[in-house]
């Protein structure tokens, strides 16, 4: 068992130094049992308390339940994660998301901070395990601010250990201040961690020094910073720095048996369901009723389904496509198939079986029709159900303990292909190493989906930015995008779409799932938490909050 597969004694322990009073805020924990010198004093400890940290990274629920924030699928039943209400643009400072994501992040901070100011104090610890446990904590470190500056902008930098008194006075750190620290955090870690092929297999999902400069390239890439990008991107695939590819097979590459396969970068690490593993099942509320789900609580929207081309390559809406709005499925991108579930869909079950589902009205036989969309029922409410990251090994309820890809090698090709696009330096060899790639991979096989189609720089950035939606839909990513891009105000604006089970006279039949508001003159920041102001005065807030 990998080590990042904790279980029990870690899991227990992280529950320990983070279940704390909610007005600690952003001194979350007392400090004093993991700052005193008896705890540290086995390298085995040290490990133990980094573990921690790994299990703050990410959440599973953040990483699904953010597409509804977006317009790649539709929270209709609650309100998961604060996602329909900031979609629909009904939310202010005091939203439970947005304290819960702040209080989050901090926490993971702070485990950080102290596992970097006491992990010397341990007697013996080889010198280079010693830099290489310190450059991971500051890897989680920076993920952890990058998520902050990227929803709040501007946000206290802590670098060290806090005490409460300090934490009701701390004030914002500007973002692009905030920026160049996480990139020279990056930059001094990676220089001390190991390629990926050098982990023993104990040791696989830790930090590497590959994940760290694709992080990088993240982060400068919602900075637009387009020279820097492709440069870092150049680090990934130059296979100096650990050694990537794409995985052969879309579909498979999440499936449990090609976890940590050679496109898997940066991952979060669960372990199969059993008692006191650390695993999830988010998908309890978003596969189809009839395979066993409880309702649907995210529902791909027509919006992400008209992004995927069709075969041939052309877009469903261009001449010579051969798209059939009556037979919308056939002959269409293979990814959409591996991502989304729409009527007729071949449901394969872990006996190797198929199962047909059935969400068009009327046209189920069997008489419960669990699938079929219905206003107001716990089905789907846009017709469209996901499959992407459905483990077959799970247990009941979808319990599952597939790891959640963060950063994977098709994303650094996308991220290049952007960049390149950006600086007017798109050609033949830069498509071939990325979106063709991509695409064949996918299972293209025509010569307009494959070869360079030219045009400037505004053609190919509508190519490069579908590419990227259709390549990454489902895994979280997309509401980053459209904040970046800043085209959130035009696609969160209106209706959006489920399948066309509707009356004919509204949107040409298309379902009206949820009228959606994004206000461009504050929207692209969310709002610091009201409670945080209320008992920090120095926090100051972001415009028009």
Known sequence: MRKIKYINKALLFAALIFTVPACKKLDLVPTNTFTDVSYWTTTDKAVNFLNTGYGQLYRNDYFFYNEGASDNAYNGRGDQNGVASLAAG???????????????HYAGIKTSNIFLENVDRVPGMDATLNARLKAEARVLRAFHYFQLETWFGDVPLIQQDITLDDSRTVARTPKADVVNYILKELDEAAAALP?????????????????????????????NRWAEVAATCEQVMSGANGTYSLFPSYQGLFLPQNENNSEVILDLEFAPAAAGNRNYNTL?????????????????????????????????????????????????????????VYHLYQWLKPDNTTQTIYT?????????????????????????????????????????????????????LLMYAEAKNELGQMDGSVWNNTIRALRSRAGFTTDIALNFPGGGTTALRDIVRNERRSELAMEGLRVFDIRRWRTAETVLNGWTHGAKFGPASVDNGYIRANLRSFDKNRAYLWPVPRDERALNPNLTQNPGW
């Open 90 to 104: 009904t939310y202010d400072a005091s939203l439970g998301r947005i304290k819960e994501e702040w209080n989050f």
């Open 195 to 223: 390629v990926n092929t050098a982990y023993a297999a104990a040791d696989r999902g830790r930090i590497t020094k590959g994940a760290a400069i694709a992080l990088k390239a993240r982060v400068l890439l919602y900075e």
């Open 284 to 340: 309890f509320d978003l596969v189809p009723l009839s395979v066993g789900a409880r309702l649907n609580a995210l529902a791909p929207t027509q919006e992400l389904v008209d992004n995927y081309l069709m075969l041939n390559g052309r877009r469903i809406g261009e001449n010579g496509s051969g798209y059939d709005e009556n037979n919308p499925y056939v002959n269409r991108d293979p990814r959409l198939t591996g991502t989304v």
């Open 360 to 412: 068009k009205p009327g046209t189920d036989p069997n008489p419960a029709k669990p699938d079929e969309y219905a206003p107001g029922a716990i089905s789907s409410p846009t017709g469209y159900y996901v499959r992407k990251y459905y483990d077959p090994t799970s247990a009941t309820n979808f319990q599952s303990g597939l790891n959640l890809i963060l950063i994977r090698y098709a994303d650094v």
